[in-house]
């Protein structure tokens, strides 16, 4: 589907769930993949599977310094940037407005919003400055957001509004890089339910089969998703096959969000 050889991809949160499914499928199509991630032992396992020179650096998303420090050993051992999977995020609690703290809303927000912006800001600059040969890099970010970021649901403030900004804020960089004259498409993947480890919390309180069976019947195809289906969109914007796509979103959601007939929340499943 996309030939990614020679290419130097970037995945946040890549130790798990989408994000490991994700560095698979670019692994397969030849990228040489990086994993940025906190879990350490995890990561460090998934990158000798992936073959093409991949490897794993500690990255906390919501430190502007290992931002830094990982985008710049990066270009050091690999000469250049090509793609960036913005995947890292938290659930946070599902609290409404009104039992939301402050701190809750700035730890999830850190995560899935603080994350995105200093990803973009600190990749553009790598992929501005290098490319095969150095000429100017065809650059590729893919910011993973929710169809939280789409529609609104009761329960998930901080995660809604993150996913929100993550949306329009792929759209306003895009239109940057284009109008700057950079070769550096910005687009977003909007998920729906797919059975990930974001999802533990609920598993463990609700019951995993209970769990599951409510989130797939909030989607018309009434399931769930899984992680590769959301890879494959990646794999499609991560690649010269989307080329002429910036400031996009692909929305992968089994339906949720092409009518109004089935409401999706969380609030009803302690009902």
């Known amino acids: 589907m996309g030939d990614l050889s020679n290419r130097v991809a970037l995945v946040t949160g890549g130790a798990s769930g989408i994000g490991a499914e994700t560095c698979r499928t670019l692994a397969e199509e030849g990228a040489t ?5 906190i879990q350490d032992n995890q990561s460090e396992a998934l990158a000798k599977t992936l073959g093409n020179g991949s490897f794993y650096l500690h990255l906390d998303v919501a430190s502007e310094n290992e931002w830094r420090s990982v985008i710049d050993e ?28 402050v701190e809750e809303w700035d730890r999830v927000n850190a995560v899935n919003v603080d994350g995105v912006f200093l990803g973009c800001k600190y990749a553009i600059a790598a992929m501005k400055r290098s490319g095969p040969g150095k000429e100017k890099s065809r650059g590729s970010i893919v910011n993973i957001s929710s169809i939280a970021g789409i529609v609104g649901s009761a329960g998930p403030c901080a995660y809604t509004a993150g996913k929100g900004a993550v949306r329009l804020m792929s759209k306003a960089i895009a239109m940057e890089c284009a109008e700057k004259g950079y070769d550096i498409r910005v687009n977003s993947v909007h998920p729906g339910g797919i059975d990930t480890p974001i999802l533990e919390p609920l598993y463990r309180h609700f019951g995993k089969e209970k769990a599951q069976a409510f989130v797939g019947s909030m989607h018309p195809m009434n399931r769930m998703g899984e992680p590769r289906d959301i890879a494959e969109a990646v794999l499609f914007l991560a690649s010269e096959r989307s080329k002429f796509m910036t400031g996009s979103e692909i929305v992968v959601d089994g339906g ?13 499943l302690n009902k």
């Not at 993949?33 to 991630?37: K, L, Q, R, S, W």
């Not at 092409?258 to 929340?265: E, P």
């Open 33 to 37: 993949v990086v994993i940025g991630d």
């Open 74 to 101: 990066i270009v050091k051992r690999c000469g250049r940037l090509d793609v960036l999977v913005n995947n890292a995020g938290i659930g946070g609690r599902a609290g409404n407005i009104e039992n939301t703290s």
């Open 256 to 268: 949720v969000t092409a009518g109004a007939a089935k409401r999706f929340d969380f609030v009803r």
